[in-house]
């Protein structure tokens, strides 16, 4: 009889300092569910996509604790792949890896398309990370659709490619706190992507369950703010941050604990969001970036001038100082604050302490998700861009989410623009 695996939950001083708890917020909740996830996920057979990204990596680091027969990682990062195994083997800390195979390919491409037809595993649960989630992409409408294409148009081909595949018994695609009532064009693709996910005219294999997971900012992760601080004091350049800015937090680790939670065990049709409490842990930004600076030995020194946070970095160094730049929340698409629940949607408790969940909304006109997909595909057919721009692109999500034509927060000023 095989042991209740124990997933190690300690959190590294570090992420202490950025989230104010020493273990993870979902240890609790993986020890009671421990044996469960060891029926659902020992010998099975998963497909993860996007898994060299950081939130799927660590979702998959913990999911090895439960000895997985078959794991078919797919990601178009080729380096990231390379680097996820790299890490795994070197690891005396990894678990006993059954068949791992990492394939370079991207969710929309052919190649995965033909792959995915020629394999005959019969894969028991489908993980998708695959997005583009930067706020800064929507600078034009050519990134906006790319926007489209990868946060929605291939989670709704995903679909029907595992049509039919009865075996399949989960789907899990994650989703971000941006899609609650979204100020950003990312956040409104990824409120589309919960349509592609959910919507009831979506092919998924007959009796399959689909859950989602929302949550806060994931400290150090790929492309990350924080990550750039780490990157910024290594290359001996100033840190920045925008002012007046609340967000929450999770730690890498605590993203694939949530994640493996809400891809398991998460209800059919639902969103699962951290039990996170406003008043506690929606912290300022800059108070993290002082506490950053304090954790590597430096005394933050606050500016908001440009030209004297690059000019000062040596002569602050030497004094065990660290440039700070605070800048104006005033670029495109940024909330001054986080949320997990939008407008018409109603969160409860769920069998979890530590996580809340939601139902899925349709769009007020139920018929327009399936027209908008339609509409995209035309779109990328189309041999030249014709009148495209940002504002059309925003009436196109406007027809599914009509709110988002007054809460998409644009601005002439873009994140490329800052530090």
């Keep these: 009889m095989n042991s209740t695996p124990s997933i190690p939950t300690a959190l590294s001083p570090l992420d202490q300092r950025v989230v ?118 929507e600078k034009d409408p050519f990134s906006i659709l790319a926007m489209l294409e990868t946060n929605v148009l291939q989670l709704d081909h995903l679909s029907e490619l595992l049509h039919g595949r009865s075996s399949v018994r989960r789907v899990f695609s994650v989703s971000t706190d941006k899609a609650a009532n979204p100020s950003s064009m990312m956040g409104a693709t990824k409120r589309l992507m919960e349509h592609a996910l959910f919507h009831p005219t979506q092919p998924w294999p007959s009796g399959t369950e689909i859950s989602s997971a929302r949550f806060a900012n994931v400290a150090f992760s790929n492309g990350s703010l924080l990550q750039a601080w780490q990157r910024r004091i290594a290359a001996g350049q100033p840190i920045a941050c925008p002012q007046d800015t609340r967000r929450f937090f999770v730690s890498l680790e605590e993203s694939g604990h949530l994640c493996t939670l809400a891809g398991f065990l998460g209800s059919d049709r639902t969103i699962m969001v951290p039990a996170l409490d406003p008043s506690e842990q929606l912290v300022v930004l800059s108070d993290v970036a002082t506490a950053f600076l304090d954790h590597h030995g430096f005394e933050a020194f606050v500016t908001y001038d440009e030209s004297e946070a690059l000019g000062r970095v040596d002569e602050l160094r030497a004094a065990s100082r660290w440039p700070l730049l605070l800048t104006p929340l005033d670029t495109g698409g940024e909330k001054p604050y986080e949320e997990f629940v939008g407008e018409h949607e109603v969160v409860r408790s769920s069998r979890f302490a530590s996580l809340q ?11 327009s998700f399936t027209e908008l997909v339609a509409t995209l595909r035309a779109m990328l057919a189309e041999s030249d861009a014709g009148d495209m721009s940002v504002d059309t692109m925003r009436a196109l999500i406007a027809r599914v989410e009509p709110s988002f034509a007054s809460t998409h927060r644009a601005s002439t000023k873009s994140l490329d623009q800052r530090m």
């Excluded at 078959?70 to 890896?97: F, K, M, Q, Y």
């Excluded at 969940?357 to 018929?367: M, Q, W």
Aim: hydrophobic residues 40%.
């Design 357 to 367: 969940e939601l139902d899925y909304v349709l769009p007020a006109e139920p018929d």
């Design 20 to 137: 104010n708890r020493a273990e993870s917020l979902f240890a609790p909740d993986l020890g009671a569910a421990s044996a469960e996830l060891d029926d659902l996920i020992r010998d099975s057979r998963i497909l993860m996509i996007g898994g060299a990204g950081s939130i799927g990596s660590q979702t998959l680091r913990t999911i090895l604790h439960f000895a997985p027969r078959t794991l078919h990682v797919i990601d178009h990062d080729e380096n990231g792949l390379a680097e996820l195994v790299r890490g795994l083997r070197s690891s005396p800390d990894t678990p006993p890896i059954g068949e791992l195979l990492t394939l370079p390919f991207d969710l929309g491409g052919d190649p995965f398309r033909l792959w995915l037809s020629s394999t005959k595993v019969p894969y028991d649960h489908v993980l998708n990370f695959a997005a583009l989630k930067h706020v800064r992409t």
